[in-house]
C-alpha cells in the first residue's frame, strides 16, 4: 500500500507556540516531501528528506525523516499566521507521488 | 513568470457532458501531472507524462482521458461528466522525475450537477 497517513488531521493554535505534525507509513520509502498549501492555491514545495535520520531546517520549520525510513515530522517553532495552511507529505514511487491526506493548520493571532 | 497556468478557474457542468481543463507550462518542464483533490483526501494522481507523446496513467484515471502533444501543453479531458467526478483538479509539473520539486498550478474547481 502506498497510504500516507498524517496527524492531526486539523491543528488550531495560539501565535508563538510550537507544533509538530507527523507523516507515517507501514512501509519504507526512498524520499518524502513535504508541501504547504494555502487556500485557493497549489501546493508549494518545503523540503525534500532522502536519507534514514535527516533532519533539515527551513527558517522555524524543521523536518525529521525517520531512521526507518518510514515515518517523518515537521516541526515549527513559534509559530506564525502565514504558517497557516495545509501541510501534505509526498512519498515517491516509481513515476508517481501518492499523497498523505494532510494536516490543516490554523495559527491564531 | 508564468509557471503553471490553468484554465477556466471555475466551471460547472451537467451530468454527461463533456470539458478539457487546460494546463500550460512556460518552463521547458519534462514532466506534467494531473491530481485531483477532494475534501480530506489529499491529492490523487489522475494521469502524467514524461515527455511529449507520451503518457501513463495514475492512481484514478477511470473516466478520465490525456494528451500531451507539445512540451508546454497537458490537456486533461472529462468525456461523459459524473458526480464523482466533482472536485479541484491541479496540474503540475516538474523537470525530470523523482525529486525533483514539482510546480502546481493554482486548480480548477469544478461541480457536476
Known amino acids: 500500500t502506498q497510504l500516507l497517513e498524517q496527524s492531526p488531521q486539523f491543528l488550531s493554535i495560539q501565535e508563538g507556540e510550537n507544533l509538530t505534525v507527523y507523516c507515517n507509513s507501514s512501509s519504507v520509502f526512498s524520499s518524502l516531501q513535504w508541501y504547504r498549501q494555502e487556500p485557493g492555491e497549489g501546493p508549494v514545495l518545503l523540503v525534500t528528506v532522502v536519507t534514514g535520520g535527516e533532519v533539515k531546517k527551513l527558517k522555524r520549520l524543521t523536518f525529521q525523516f525517520g531512521d526507518a525510513r518510514k515515518d517523518s515530522s515537521l516541526h515549527i517553532t513559534a509559530a506564525q499566521t502565514g504558517d497557516t495552511g495545509l501541510y501534505l507529505c509526498?512519498?515517491?514511487?516509481?513515476?508517481?507521488?501518492?499523497f498523505g491526506t494532510g494536516t490543516s493548520l490554523t495559527v491564531i493571532p | 513568470n508564468a509557471g503553471v497556468t490553468q484554465t477556466p478557474k471555475f466551471r460547472i457542468l451537467k451530468i454527461g457532458q463533456s470539458m478539457t481543463l487546460q494546463c500550460a507550462q512556460d518552463?521547458?518542464?519534462?514532466?506534467m501531472y494531473w491530481y485531483r483533490q477532494d475534501p480530506g483526501m489529499g491529492l490523487k494522481l489522475i494521469y502524467y507524462?514524461?515527455?511529449?507523446?507520451?503518457?501513463d496513467k495514475g492512481e484514478v484515471p477511470n473516466g478520465y482521458n490525456v494528451s500531451r502533444s507539445t512540451t508546454e501543453d497537458f490537456p486533461l479531458r472529462l468525456e461523459l461528466a459524473a458526480p464523482s467526478q466533482t472536485s479541484v483538479y491541479f496540474c503540475a509539473s516538474s523537470w525530470t522525475g523523482g525529486n525533483q520539486p514539482q510546480h502546481f498550478g493554482d486548480g480548477t474547481r469544478l461541480s457536476i450537477l
Open positions: 518552463m521547458n518542464h519534462n514532466y
Open positions: 507524462s514524461v515527455g511529449a507523446g507520451i503518457t
Open positions: 509526498a512519498r515517491l514511487t516509481g513515476n508517481q507521488f501518492y
